[in-house]
């Protein structure tokens, strides 16, 4: 059984601050990972997207990926009130369409 | 922008009941899903078919099945709706670009209430 996990929360954090968020896998062959952010009431949708090792940055929102300890994490810098919502860890299968997700943390960015 | 539709966003039923929960997308993707998302425990698949005609069951496959006639459309059908199965039903669709599978877009989701 391929898993992803995460810590379900909930994370609080002051606006402005960086928000952590972590997530392990258990496939050591798996080659890329996703990030989704689930607003309460919500459908996911794709927020961050890494296939190599090191940082990914976009805007705000930097994605690190470390194989050879099978974690990645999500930062957000400068915390919005907005950004609170579940973040949902996604890690295909090695060789197939399917995609495990995590259970998603929750994080609350207080004002 | 690719568009997920499902048919409903909220259903109530009674147990026992032959419940049709339909998925379209616009944007001619192979793979398409559905799962389930309850409190506690993330999202769950329940099947998912990667050709029109061709179907694979996900983790949670047992009261379910599938249909996928069209390459737009995938069906999710419960042969007879029991009260366990109340929960957020969502339907992705996904493509492969550049050799790696890429990202799932979800449809608006649909609630069911089974009483």
């Known amino acids: 059984q391929k898993e992803v996990e995460q810590n379900s929360g909930p994370l609080s954090v002051p606006e402005g601050a960086i928000a952590s968020l972590n997530c392990t896998y258990s496939?050591?062959?798996?080659?890329?990972f996703f990030w989704y952010r689930q607003y309460s009431g919500k459908s996911p949708e794709l927020i961050m997207f890494?296939?190599?090792?090191g940082d990914k940055e976009d805007g705000r929102f930097t994605a690190q990926l470390n194989k050879a300890s099978q974690y990645v994490s999500l930062l957000i810098r400068d915390s919005q009130p907005s950004d609170s919502a579940t973040y949902l860890c996604?890690?295909?299968?090695?060789?197939?369409?399917?995609?495990?997700f995590g259970i998603g943390t929750k994080l609350q960015v207080i004002p | 922008d690719v568009k997920v539709t499902q048919s409903s966003r909220y259903l109530v039923k009674r147990t026992g009941e032959k419940v049709f929960l339909e998925c379209v997308q616009d944007?001619?993707?192979?793979?398409m899903f559905w799962y389930r998302q309850d409190p506690g425990l993330g999202l769950r698949l329940i099947y998912f078919?990667?050709?029109?005609?061709?179907?694979e069951k996900g983790d949670i496959p047992e009261g379910y099945s599938v249909s996928r006639e069209k390459k737009e459309r995938f069906s999710l059908i419960l042969e007879s709706a029991s009260t366990n199965q109340t929960s957020m039903y969502l339907c992705?669709?996904?493509?492969?670009?550049?050799?790696?599978?890429?990202?799932?877009?979800f449809g608006p989701g649909t609630r069911l209430t089974v009483t």
């Open positions: 992705a669709s996904s493509d492969k670009r550049g050799g790696q599978w890429y990202e799932q877009y």
């Open positions: 496939d050591r062959g798996s080659q890329s």
């Open positions: 890494i296939y190599s090792n």
């Open positions: 996604a890690v295909p299968f090695r060789g197939y369409q399917k995609v495990t």
């Open positions: 944007m001619d993707h192979e793979n």
């Open positions: 078919s990667y050709d029109v005609k061709m179907k």
